[in-house]
């Protein structure tokens, strides 16, 4: 494969909404999911009151690429090999003798299900995106809560966490105004998103001019979907894409076949029977990456058409898109902005009135930066007695360079380059850092541990 990736070489240009076009003000949404979640819980299923409140620096547990072992309560955190490197006990971090203890220096016992991408089961949760975050959270508060008032060993808290999800987040909560979720979005938009830099729109209209076929493909419902990007793009943003594709259900939209999945139309946001082919541009609901292929051969009048697609969650796009689909996938990796050495000089230097109301707590508050579990790229391995501790990447920052073209820390970042820039994409005889634009995270920059690990 060639070692470089250029926006000019592809066809067709695909963009996940939500973390991707749709950026959130990272507090203001965590705590709203959170209390979302929580609420649910505690007046639904009769959990501890105590969980409603919520101390700000809590957030700090909430960090991407953790993994729960449902039925131990604890959360972990992987190395490329899939040994332990941190975890905790509920909220409680471990010390390196309680894992060694419980875990050994040995691959986790379920890393094989987990690193295939296998997320329906009862044993485990991957936490991979900023919708999932607050959850963990809530869950660990949850084991803590158990702890204190039961003294239980195995934990039975996941069917209400589920349905505390499902509660927030089902097909009609939007219509319905259900759950706390939706009609505080619906109430406050400008609490929570972020207006799309007008860099970027400048960008996708010219993606467009250059003959790109646009795609929009998102989980969200067609009712959600369009508040965000009225809000964020404008009420003219359907003339950004070619193809939108709402309650995409990702990541089965890439593994699913035509009759597992098939694409339905949409009437008012109800969807109506299912399509046996997609034969034309518009919008629809659900589907399968196989027919939308079909329609991009059409289009393109190519047989093999190059698709890439952009992304925030491993699991969910970059994953399925390279794995099902041999696409080329762009990582979105917000985590690279929590490292000095990637923060735009022309962010810093902005004056505090000129950003958004809310933008002032983004810089402050580095969300995406764990105190309790360290760096997202790399960690050190707990020592053997007397032995040297070693560095080693992570699981999450393995699957960056096994399944991603490239990884940047926004679209913003990219927008302004012309179409032909040439992108150093990872290989697997290229450094570790070869795709990370606009610079790797200094965490895997050589003689950089001493600042990684604080």
Request: charged share 25%; net charge negative.
């Amino acid at each position: 494969m060639q070692q470089h990736f250029s926006l000019a070489e592809c066809d067709v240009v695909g963009f996940d909404l939500d973390h991707t076009l749709c950026r959130y003000h990272l507090p203001q949404s965590a705590r709203l999911i959170y209390d979302s979640f929580a609420q649910y819980l505690v007046t639904e299923k009769g959990y501890d009151e105590d969980l409603l409140t919520l101390p700000p620096d809590n957030l700090d547990f909430c960090c991407k690429g953790l993994v729960l072992d449902i039925e131990e309560g604890n959360f972990l955190k992987l190395a490329e090999d899939g040994t332990v490197l941190r975890a905790s006990h509920g909220t409680k971090s471990m010390t390196s003798e309680e894992i060694l203890e419980i875990y050994g220096r040995k691959e986790w016992k379920h890393f094989n299900t987990v690193s295939g991408m296998v997320s329906r089961t009862a044993k485990y949760y991957l936490y991979d995106n900023y919708f999932d975050l607050p959850g963990a959270l809530l869950c660990a508060r949850v084991v803590d809560s158990l702890d204190q008032h039961d003294g239980q060993k195995k934990y039975d808290f996941w069917k209400d966490m589920v349905a505390a999800i499902q509660h927030n987040y089902k097909i009609s909560a939007f219509k319905e105004d259900c759950g706390m979720y939706f009609p505080e979005v619906k109430n406050h938009p400008d609490k929570y998103l972020r207006r799309c830099p007008e860099s970027v729109k400048k960008w996708l209209k010219q993606l467009k001019n250059a003959g790109k076929i646009l795609l929009l493909i998102t989980s969200s419902h067609s009712d959600y979907c369009r508040l965000l990007c009225e809000h964020v793009l404008g009420n003219d943003f359907e003339e950004y894409f070619d193809i939108l594709i709402t309650n995409a259900l990702k990541p089965g939209f890439f593994s699913h076949t035509p009759n597992q999945r098939p694409f339905r139309t949409l009437e008012n946001d109800e969807e109506q029977e299912a399509l046996l082919s997609l034969d034309k541009p518009g919008w629809y609901s659900q589907g399968n990456a196989t027919q939308l292929y079909d329609l991009l051969k059409k289009m393109t009048g190519k047989l093999d058409p190059k698709v890439v697609y952009f992304g925030d969650s491993m699991h969910s796009d970059i994953f399925p898109a390279r794995h099902y689909s041999n696409w080329e996938t762009v990582f979105i990796l917000e985590e690279l902005l929590g490292d000095k050495g990637t923060v735009p000089a022309k962010a810093e230097s902005e004056p505090l009135e000129k950003k958004g109301k809310y933008e002032g707590d983004q810089l402050k508050v580095p969300y995406f930066v764990s105190k309790q579990w360290g760096s997202f790229f790399m960690d050190r391995l707990p020592g053997l007695e007397n032995a040297e501790e070693t560095l080693v990447h992570t699981w999450s920052c393995k699957c960056i360079s096994t399944y991603s073209t490239i990884a940047i820390p926004s679209l913003e970042a990219i927008a302004d380059l012309p179409l032909d820039y040439r992108f150093t994409r990872f290989s697997s005889n290229s450094s570790a850092t070869a795709g990370y634009y606009p610079s790797p995270p200094r965490a895997l920059l050589p003689n950089e541990d001493s600042v990684m690990m604080k």
